[in-house]
């Protein structure tokens, strides 16, 4: 019996008191509990599309109701226009009948008043149609206005669009003023460190660039850049040499440094000896050594040679300038050129500095700023950039103040972001735009046909495959930008070489220029409408 009670006891406690859960249990768990969390997370990615899916629909949904409230606000102006017109038929009719019936009034009473009422009434009449006529010219003024209001209208909705690049004109107009001033200052300490030495003068920075043009693609970190004119020093000269392995679409030079005698200026200037007629121990014992022993290579003006310099006189001379006082220097690392920023804490600008060597009297240079990758430390490529700001300043001077000209090149270097497209192409497009659109239309009025004019034209030159360079070849730019004999009769380069060699190039700018082409009219096509 005691037996028995026992096992029944053994038997009541397993039912009460199950094993615990080993350790394959716990493995076999951890799996379940990593397979329920990947389902979780499959369903946690499910929604989060289809929450982004409804998201987009919504999006287009408004989209869709936004264009179909302008189109309509845009049929109300036309309605309006039509009623006006209709409304001036009518009034029209109705100062005939009148000045019909005031005639007729006028022949009744020649009868009973007299030669002399009869004048009366003739100058009566007289007036009272010179003031209809006047009223009617009026009338189709207004109407023909209207017009203009519908268009001003138009070019108004896409300056809303635009808004932000109004600050960023204004932000660029303060830091070329800033960058000017600045370049001011260190010309004063140029011109004293440098004039008794055997470097290179440097002459008064020209503003280049989109930023010194008056418009920018970026909407941030814009870069100032300047030109900084090289003449030889005494003793010394530059010959530009055009590099024999130019190709079709860019020319390179090399700038030769020869050495002069100075022998017959002895007399006029103290402890200067010619560097051709006396001994090299008597120069290099009692002279500073020649621009050939310190920035060339080969008898050739080196570049990087040339930057690294310019690198050495910034940082000198930046400590006495007064906007060391507010303003910290911060030196970047270039080879072609001098690049720093500088902040005071709230505001920061960025310069680059260029250094060229003028070609004649003209305004095309040979300068550091390379023009691909990979180029000899001695090249020195063409630039037109000076006659390029000169254009633009010229369009400026003649251009109303209300000129929108700069704002269609913004608004489209900006919709080019991304693409293959270079900001420089959109800027030879407007270029030559500029140079056969009078300046008088491209005001607000005109802007959405001038935005217009600027997307054709790219099409029609990656149609053809050719974009002609707007400087070289040109017959019709202003008289004031003086160009080499060269430059003026040349062929004019394609920009668009590459799309005539290359056919997967001109396939892929097609179909960029089509992607281009819907976000161009997503915006503006209720507008043009």
């Known amino acids: 019996m005691n037996s028995i009670v026992l096992l029944f006891v053994l038997l009541k406690s397993l039912i009460q008191y199950p094993k615990l859960v080993g350790d394959d249990w716990d493995e076999e768990t951890h799996l379940r509990m990593e397979v329920r969390a990947k389902q979780l997370e499959c369903e946690r990615i499910w929604l989060e599309q289809e929450v982004e899916q409804l998201t987009l629909k919504q999006v287009q949904y408004l ?7 302008l189109l309509i606000l845009l049929l109300v102006l036309w309605l309006m226009g039509c009623k006006r017109s209709q409304r001036r038929e009518v ?7 009148e000045n019909e019936e005031e005639g007729r009034n006028g022949d009744e009473n020649e009868v009973d008043v007299g030669k002399a009422r009869d004048d ?44 932000c690049m109004r600050t960023r004109v204004q932000d660029l107009q303060k830091g070329c003023e800033w960058t000017r001033n600045l370049m001011r200052n260190f010309a004063l300490y140029f011109g004293h460190i440098l004039s008794n030495s055997f470097y ?7 503003g280049v660039g989109s930023a010194f043009e008056g418009w920018s693609p970026y909407e941030q970190d814009v870069v100032y850049q300047v030109l900084i004119a090289m003449t030889p020093p005494r003793g010394h000269s530059f010959h530009l040499e055009l590099d024999s392995a130019e190709q079709r679409h860019r020319r390179n030079f090399r700038v030769h440094v020869q050495l002069e005698c ?25 002279q500073d050594p020649s621009l050939l022993d310190t920035m060339c290579t080969d008898s050739y003006l080196d570049v990087q040679k040339t930057a690294c310099w310019f690198y050495q006189l910034v940082r000198a001379i930046w400590p006495a300038l007064p906007q060391s006082r507010n303003w910290d220097l911060m ?5 072609h050129s001098c690049q720093f920023k500088v902040t005071n804490g709230s505001e920061i600008f960025r310069i680059e500095i260029f250094f060229g060597v003028q070609r004649g009297d003209s305004d095309i240079f040979v300068s550091s700023q390379p023009t ?16 390029e700001a000169k254009f633009f300043k010229h369009i400026a001077q003649q251009a109303p103040p ?10 489209f270097t900006h919709l080019l972001l991304g693409f293959s497209f270079s900001p420089y192409t959109m800027k030879t497009i407007v270029m030559h735009l500029l140079n056969v659109v009078p300046v008088s239309q491209w005001r607000r009025r005109d802007l959405l046909n001038r935005l217009l004019d600027i997307s054709e034209s790219m099409s029609l030159c990656v149609l053809a495959k050719r974009l002609n360079h707007f400087i070289v070849g040109n017959q019709r730019l202003p008289q004031h930008i003086h160009l080499p004999p060269d430059i003026q009769t040349t062929q004019p380069y394609n920009l668009f070489h590459h799309l005539a060699e290359e056919p997967a190039a001109h396939s892929q700018a097609m179909y960029e220029y089509q992607l281009l082409r819907k976000w161009f009219k997503r915006p503006f096509v209720v507008s043009s409408e």
């Open 262 to 286: 100075t022998c017959t200026k002895e007399q006029q200037a103290e402890n200067v000896l010619c560097f051709l007629h006396h001994p090299k121990e008597e120069l290099r014992s009692n």
């Open 200 to 206: 290179p003068g440097l002459q008064e920075a020209i």
């Open 402 to 411: 209300d000129s929108l000209h700069l704002k269609c090149l913004q608004l």
């Open 91 to 97: 009034y029209e009719e109705e100062n005939n009948d």
């Open 63 to 69: 989209q869709l109701i936004a264009g179909t409230v």
């Open 120 to 163: 009366d009434d003739a100058n009566g009449e007289e007036d009272s149609n010179d003031a209809a006529n006047a009223e009617n010219n009026d009338l189709a003024l207004a109407v023909s206005e209207g017009g203009n209001d519908l268009a001003d209208n138009v070019g108004r909705i896409i300056m809303e669009r635009t808004e």
């Open 331 to 335: 030196l970047l690392p270039s080879r």
């Open 372 to 387: 691909e990758a990979h180029t000899q430390s001695t090249t020195w490529p063409e630039t037109y950039a000076v006659a």
